[in-house]
T-cell receptor, first 113, second 118 residues
């Protein structure tokens, strides 16, 4: 069985400060992990993905995530938040890449000017 | 690149009516996914196709739901009869299988169809 837990339903940061969105996963096999972003009234867009290569994954728009097997975590970070980063972020897991994606409940990121 | 196209963008219907949602995947993509998003349950995979063949429909909630993919450029999700609890945003996504595990390929999402069943 696989599951994903996003630890914060809402995160608020000031523009220019670091962003940390937390995600823990559970998987019976070597997982594939993803972060997607959803802007209001838009579809989801892939930010980055981990598929058993380098544990530090760099994505679009300055985001990156680190796969930590010992902590079963895949937290999303960005050094400096921009107003355009305000959106809903989803952490996603697929065990071995052959099982359907399981989405977290999402974390809403607010960026304050 | 037009991206994944979904229609209609908004649908309001009355309980008991038939609803058909449409999706045109990105040209050349050979996998297609239907998702449902609600506040209560988040994003759920309903069904996905590979090369027009349904691979896993275990997420389809009831027999009232059906999906077809008659060709590589078109898919439909039908609800008959519709119920108020079907109200949700339905997303279609497509991907190009690159040779690795199917579900690690990057999925490209459409803008969604917001369905309201009164």
């Amino acid at each position: 069985a696989q599951s994903v837990t996003q630890l914060d339903s809402h995160v608020s940061v000031s523009e220019g400060t670091p962003v940390l969105l937390r995600c823990n996963y559970s998987s019976s096999y070597s997982p594939s992990l993803f972060w997607y972003v959803q802007h209001p009234n838009k579809g989801l867009q892939l930010l980055l993905k981990y598929t058993s290569a380098a544990t530090l994954v760099k994505g679009i728009n300055g985001f990156e995530a680190e796969f930590k097997k010992s902590e079963t975590s895949f937290h999303l970070t960005k050094p400096s938040a921009h107003m355009s980063d305000a959106a809903e972020y989803f952490c996603v897991v697929s065990s071995s890449g052959n099982t359907p994606l399981v989405f977290g409940k999402g974390t809403r990121l607010s960026v304050i000017a | 690149d037009a991206g994944v196209i979904q229609s209609p963008r908004h649908e309001v219907t009355e309980m008991g009516q038939e609803v058909t949602l449409r999706c045109k995947p990105i040209s050349g993509h050979n996998s297609l996914f239907w998702y449902r998003q609600t506040m209560m349950r988040g994003l759920e995979l309903l069904i996905y196709f590979n090369n027009n063949v349904p691979i896993d429909d275990s997420g389809m909630p009831e027999d009232r739901f059906s999906a077809k993919m008659p060709n590589a450029s078109f898919s439909t999700l039908k609800i008959q009869p519709s119920e108020p609890r079907d109200s949700a945003v339905y997303f279609c996504a497509s991907s190009l299988q690159t040779g690795g595990p199917l579900l690690t390929d990057t999925q490209y999402f459409g803008p969604g169809t917001r369905l309201t069943v009164l």
